[in-house]
């Protein structure tokens, strides 16, 4: 009989980015930190904290800063991640730091698998690493744990971008029937390979509008 080889993808299909490059997002873990993994909170996450409310989802969470840093706001706090590694040191950084953060394998796709819904979503990264046809599916999924603000850290086009720049349009496209794209702002995100004023960025405010009775 061959032998048996480890799925990287636990047998999910794999994204657009993975295909890509390749690896599965675990194996961006693997060597040290990832290239988004500069070792903090975004400070663009730590300005909006205030308003993050209730239940706090960070879909695709990575390594766990962005959820700590809101945990450390006495936030109720779930992140996921299909990156075993980047949950395994999320969960020990809580450990460390005396932090109340749950956090749990889920594909970002089939966030209804979770069962559960959450009065704020936050997705620092991920919403640029999907391309159009994941991003429609993304905001089917979310629909199933969003029942009040989605909030959307993403790359966006301009000098010194980072990787999958996202357009405007392109941003707001997928949020239709269902949602209110509330503000989009101009951010920027740090990483490991840009300076501390890091890559240019939208910060989306997105709220979940009530179901019709």
């Given at each position: 009989?061959p032998e048996r080889t480890?799925?990287?993808?636990?047998?999910?299909?794999?994204?657009?980015?993975?295909r890509?490059?390749?690896q599965?997002w675990?194996?961006?873990?693997h060597e040290g930190p990832a290239?988004?993994d500069f070792?903090?909170?975004q400070?663009a996450?730590?300005?909006?904290?205030?308003?993050f409310?209730?239940k706090v989802l960070?879909a695709?969470?990575g390594?766990?800063?962005?959820?700590?840093h809101?945990?450390s706001?006495?936030?109720?706090?779930?992140?996921?991640d299909?990156a075993e590694?980047?949950?395994?040191?999320a969960r020990?950084?809580?450990t460390?730091?005396?932090?109340?953060a749950?956090f749990a394998?889920?594909?970002?796709?089939h966030l209804?698998?979770?069962?559960?819904?959450?009065d704020?979503?936050?997705?620092?990264g991920?919403f640029?690493?999907?391309?159009?046809?994941?991003?429609l599916?993304?905001?089917k999924?979310l629909?199933a744990?969003?029942?009040g603000?989605?909030?959307?850290?993403c790359?966006s086009e301009?000098e010194?971008?980072?990787?999958h720049?996202v357009?405007r349009?392109?941003?707001t496209?997928p949020?239709?029937?269902?949602?209110?794209v509330k503000?989009?702002e101009?951010e920027?995100?740090?990483?490991?390979?840009?300076?501390?004023?890091g890559a240019?960025?939208w910060?989306?405010t997105i709220?979940?509008e009530?179901p019709?009775?």
């Open positions: 009989m480890e799925d990287p993808f636990d047998g999910r299909t794999p994204t657009s980015h993975e890509m490059t390749g599965s675990d194996a961006s873990y290239p988004w070792g903090g909170p400070p996450i730590v300005r909006a904290a205030p308003r409310t209730g960070d695709g969470c390594s766990g800063e962005n959820a700590l809101l945990a706001r006495g936030l109720q706090v779930l992140g996921v299909v590694t980047a949950l395994r040191t020990r950084k809580a460390e730091r005396g932090l109340d749950e394998t889920a594909d970002a796709l209804e698998r979770l069962q559960r819904r959450f704020t979503v936050l997705d620092c991920l640029h690493a999907f391309d159009a046809d994941e991003r599916a993304y905001v999924s629909e744990v969003t029942k603000t989605l909030y959307i850290l790359f301009g010194n971008a980072g990787p720049p357009k349009e392109a941003l496209k949020f239709g029937e269902g949602w209110r503000t989009i101009k920027r995100v740090r990483t490991r390979f840009h300076d501390e004023d240019p960025a910060f989306a709220e979940r009530p019709d009775e």
